[in-house]
């Protein structure tokens, strides 16, 4: 199958100046975490939902650069293949996985989530950390996530949420903030966590467990500023000035949309049991 160039395609090397290795929020517990500690106390705080060891084999749908999928070999010792359709976050992953030396456990390959392409029953563990606000359609995310779970297995997923759905009312009323967001992450479909719950169920999930960690999140927008800000001229190389303005206002929105209780961030937890 051939892949068009992706948002993340665009936005990938330069993303690494601004979010660090972890394309994902930090979860600041304690408060006085730094950005990378916290990105890697995300993963801790995932995997803690389930039992991860030697013998797990995990999907990482939405693998970024390959960072949680390392952090995840390097502390569990489980094998891992991430997917994800930017071509380029293959390569940087790719290029990693070779350097470290473990390019035999942590693969990566240009999938998309919806029609990965493994056979049924491969995997323990599905990890969508991420990934699933960039999926319009959940139910095939979670029916395909579903098809490659063995029997046993559990889907993991953390993700942006909405606190309330939103109506014609909120999409007319936040339209400005909305194209601004859309423009520096890409075309995003967010959901409440009421709405996780509900599809994982409805997909055969069972034990669906959900939680929501907005408050320890939600500093990571002020960290990624500041690297923003401190590493513009790295950043130039990949970015223009008027993309990077985007991105400090796209920042400034969600911190509000936090604050105000509009966006906040989820984690959810379902298992495959036949
Ligand atoms: C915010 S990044 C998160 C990356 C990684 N999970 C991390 O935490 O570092 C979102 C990732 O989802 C990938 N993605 C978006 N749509 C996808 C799809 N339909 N199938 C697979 N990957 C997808 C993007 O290419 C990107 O790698």
Redesign the pocket.
């Known amino acids: 199958m051939r892949y068009n160039k ?3 395609d665009t936005v ?1 090397d330069a993303w690494t100046y601004m979010l660090g ?4 929020y930090g979860y600041f517990d304690p408060p006085e975490l730094d950005l990378k500690d916290a ?1 890697d106390k995300l ?1 801790d705080s995932l995997a803690s939902m389930a039992s991860i060891d030697a013998d797990t084999s995990v999907l ?9 999928a390392f952090y995840l070999h390097r502390r569990f010792g489980c094998r891992v293949t991430g ?4 071509v380029r ?1 293959v390569e940087i992953a790719r290029e990693k996985s070779e350097a470290y030396g473990i390019s035999e456990s942590v693969r990566f390959r240009v ?4 029609d ?1 392409g493994f056979p049924d029953d491969t995997f323990d563990i599905a ?5 699933s606000h ?2 319009r359609d959940k139910g095939r ?1 979670f029916a395909e996530s579903y098809r490659v779970l063995k029997n046993h297995g559990c889907i993991l997923l953390c993700d942006l949420i909405l606190i309330e759905e939103f109506g014609i009312e909120e999409i007319f009323k936040y339209r400005t903030e909305l194209a601004i967001l859309e423009k520096s ?2 075309k995003a479909k967010m959901e409440t966590l009421e709405f996780y719950e509900r599809k994982l169920s409805e997909q055969g999930f069972q034990d669906v467990e959900v939680v929501d960690i907005s408050a320890k999140v939600t500093r990571t927008l002020a960290e990624w500023k500041k690297n923003t800000v401190s590493n513009k001229d790295r950043i130039l190389r990949f970015l223009d000035e008027e993309a990077i303005d985007d991105f400090l206002r796209a920042c400034d929105i969600l911190s509000a949309f936090f604050h105000d209780r509009v966006l906040g961030y989820g984690q959810a937890k379902g298992v495959k049991r036949l």
């Open positions: 992706t948002h993340y990938t290795d972890n394309l994902h990105t993963i990482d749908v939405g693998c970024g650069i390959g960072s949680p997917i994800t359709t930017s976050g999938a998309d989530a919806m990965n990890w969508v950390m991420e990934s960039l999926m995310l992450f890409g």
